[in-house]
Structure formats: C-alpha cells, structure tokens
C-alpha cells in the first residue's frame, strides 16, 4: 500500500515538475519571441494597409496609435518600423553585425546581382569597401600635399566653372520664378561626372533634366510599400521572361526608364579601364574583378544616387532659407545644416534593411529575415517641433535631437560652404570629398 502510494507521488510530483518546466519554457519562449506591437492583419495576406500610394500616411499614423517601435505582417514577410532616434542609433550601430541591406524585387530585376545599393552579398560589400578605401588613399595623399585641407579629385576650377554658370542663368532671369531643382540638377550632374568619370560631361540640360526625370520617377515607384517589391525572389526569373507578369505588376515602363538612363550613360562614358578618375580606379583594381554588368550598374549608381539626392538636399535648403531667412549675415553653421537636413528627409524611410541575425530591441524580439525600416521623417520632424519649442541653441542639442542625414555627402558639401572653420566630418562616401562651394553664392544671388 505504502510503496503504492509513494510510486503515485512520485508520478504526481515528477508530472508537476514537468508541467512547470514545459510552462516555464514556453513562457520563456513566448517572452523573448514577443514581437513589438502593430496592427492586427488577414491571415497570410498581412497588413495590406500599408501598400499602395496611401502608405506613407499610413506608416507615420501607426506611430501614433502604437508607438516608437511597430510591427505588422504583410505578404508573409515581419516589417518593424523604428520611429525614434534612439531605437534607430541602436539598431543601426549597436547592431551593425546582424544588419544588412534588403534587396527589393524590383530592384534586384533591374541591378542584376549588380552595383553596390541593393545586395547584401560578399561582393556588394567588397565593392563599397574598395569605394571608401579609394576615396580614404586619395584625401590622405592630397592631405599631404596640401597641409591637411581636403581636396576633391577634380580640381576647383571645374566646380567653380559651373557654379557661375548656375548663377548666371539665375541672374538672367532678373528675380523670375524658376525652377530651382532642375537647375541645381545639371550643375550637381555635371560636377559629379567629371568626378566620377574624370571626364566633361557633353550631355545638354535638356538630356540632363530628361533623364534625372526619369531617375526620380522610378525613384518614386520603386518604393518598398508595394506587392511587386515584397514578392519572393524567385519572382525577379518570372519578370525576366513573362512579359504577361510584368504588364500586371506595372513594371515595363520601370524597366524601359533603367535601361535608357543606363545606355545613355554608358554611351557617353566610354572606356574607363586605363582612365584615373574614380571609376577607373575601380575598374583597375583587381581584387574586385568587376564584370561589364558591374561597371555599367556602378556608373548609374553613382550618377542617380549622388545628383538626385544631393540637389534635392540643395533645393530644400533654399526653401527652408526663404521661409526661415537668418537674422544676422548667412553663415552656414553645423546648427543651420542639421537643420536644414531636418527640414529635408531627402529620403523619408531611408533604405530597408534585412536582419541577418535576431536581437533585442526595447525589450522587443526583433527575429532574424524581417525587414527594418529607419523612419528619418518621424524623427526630424519630431525634432523639429522640439527644438522649435524649447528654442535650444547648438550647443545644447543633445544627442538624440541630432539629426539623420541619409547621405553624409550634402552635410560635407555644406559645411565646405561655410567661410567659418568647420572641422570635417568622417567621410563614408566617395562623393563626400567634393567641395561644392556653391550654396552660398546661390542663396546670395536669390539676396537671402
């Protein structure tokens, strides 16, 4: 009877103890797979809400509803969207390692495993690595020469050629309206040809204009809140050859704007393998092995990327001056400029990312292969008013009213504008060693 009953509290007691590890476990599992909050959504269709031409609303409502962290799934996929300066310091460089670029479908269809923007590959890493390090070798070479003043690799007389060039046709126009970001356009594209190409660029204004059209256009339908960016990447073979797929997820018209921006650019380039300007460089270096492919993408690249968001960068400058005009004489301080980049969000929800690899966020679980979002217009905007309302000064501005800029390139290009002694930002970014000293010749000729 005894050993009856012993034998039963043993099952009873080792069944409890099992009961309590099992619920200990899945407590545990439940707490650290805990997702941040978001909308509810259909079962494997996801949060549609946030595709289509409304989505940008949408994604800055969220914020108000749940928070400085959300999360939603759409099309299979984990979305979480940062809202907050803090969350995205820390995700972007507290996490560095488990963070990596997120190839869009439409994009992966036009780069074809190309250029440095999209991919998260070995090579594509390789290749921006090779770019920092060309631009590094050759501003410390200059350094040298030149007692530590940076120099951008073209010379100053080209720049300053085109700058005058700018403010002649503003002054023909004697005080007309005119549309500033077209002009700001040619004279950013033609600076950043010869750098990049060594080379003048022969291309008219209206070829020019024409083709940084069609530049932001795909720049503008190519965002990620869409069901043809979102879709597996086995679909990228399905637009190559199915001319039916891509007339339903409107993607001919993209495809026939990239190829004719690319042919024109590559048609006017011409050979750059013995050439030493920075794609030449590039070209000639052997560990990178580039392919035809590779230059033809990396030329694009470098042309889109770096005028489109530069002189939009240049155009909100002058709009944020003519609305807010300086008390004193123009001086561009680094207080100016951030808040110049505040006003802008050239790039609103920067570039997604992928998470290579899970970690926490905010006592959030953030899993590995969701797709992460840096909402820099959250944050400035957040600043802003901030800012605005307490009326702080530069030196009071902590770090998490700082702002964002999506490209380093128009911060340096301002600062070098300034005719007060502004120490250099670190540069990431080959165009970051231009010295575009035109703003403020610019903002004089508009009589800021």
């Known amino acids: 009877m005894w050993t009856i009953l012993l034998s039963t509290i043993n099952i009873t007691l080792a069944t409890a103890l099992m009961l309590s590890f099992i619920i ?38 969220l914020n108000k509803t749940y928070g400085d962290i959300v999360s939603f799934q759409v099309l299979g996929k984990t979305i979480i969207i940062l809202y907050n300066y803090d969350l995205i310091h820390e995700a972007a460089n507290g996490n560095r390692s488990k963070v990596g670029r997120y190839t869009m479908t439409v994009n992966d269809l036009l780069a074809e495993n190309s250029g440095i923007s999209n991919y998260d590959t070995q090579k594509a890493l390789e290749m921006r690595k090779a770019f920092v390090r060309l631009v590094h070798n050759n501003i410390k070479t200059t350094e040298e020469h030149e007692g530590n003043k940076l120099q951008p690799f073209i010379s100053q007389n080209i720049i300053n050629a085109q700058i005058n060039e700018l403010i002649r046709q503003l002054r023909i126009r004697q005080g007309k309206p005119v549309n500033v970001l077209q002009l700001m356009r040619c004279t950013v594209w033609r600076i950043i040809w010869n750098f990049i190409f ?31 960016q979102l879709l597996p990447r086995f679909c990228v073979n399905i637009f190559k050859h199915s001319q039916f797929a891509r007339k339903l997820f409107e993607i001919e018209e993209i495809i026939y704007k990239h190829k004719t921006v ?93 998470v290579r690899e899970s970690f926490k966020l905010k006592n959030y679980y953030i899993p590995k292969s969701s797709i992460l979002i840096y909402n820099l217009y959250a944050v400035h905007n957040s600043q802003i008013k901030k800012l605005i309302n307490t009326e702080q000064k530069s030196d009071e501005v902590q770090e998490s009213n700082k702002p964002i800029p999506f490209s380093l390139v128009v911060r340096y290009i301002l600062l070098q504008s300034s005719n007060s002694v502004v120490t250099p930002i670190p540069l990431c970014c080959p165009i970051c060693s231009l010295q575009l000293n035109f703003l403020k010749p610019l903002l004089k000729a508009f009589h800021f």
């Open 198 to 228: 060594g080379k003048e660029c022969q291309l008219t204004d209206k070829q020019i204009s024409d083709t940084l059209d069609d530049i932001s256009s795909n720049n503008l339908q190519n965002q990620l809140f869409q069901i043809r």
């Open 24 to 61: 200990i476990y899945l407590l545990y599992i439940q707490n650290s797979t805990k997702l941040p909050p978001g909308p509810t959504s259909w079962p494997l269709i996801g949060y549609t809400s946030c595709l289509g031409t409304d989505a940008f609303r949408k994604i800055q409502d």
């Open 262 to 354: 690319r042919q024109l650019i590559d048609n006017n380039v011409g050979e750059m393998h013995n050439s030493d300007s920075l794609l030449g460089q590039l070209i000639n270096d052997s560990k990178l092995n580039l392919t035809k492919n590779d230059i033809s993408r990396l030329s694009f690249e470098f042309m889109a990327a770096g005028t489109d968001t530069t002189s939009l960068t240049l155009t909100w400058a002058c709009d944020y001056l003519a609305r807010a005009p300086p008390k004193e004489s123009l001086k561009l301080s680094s207080d100016l400029i951030d808040m110049i980049h505040r006003w802008a969000s050239v790039v609103p929800l920067s570039l997604p990312h992928i």
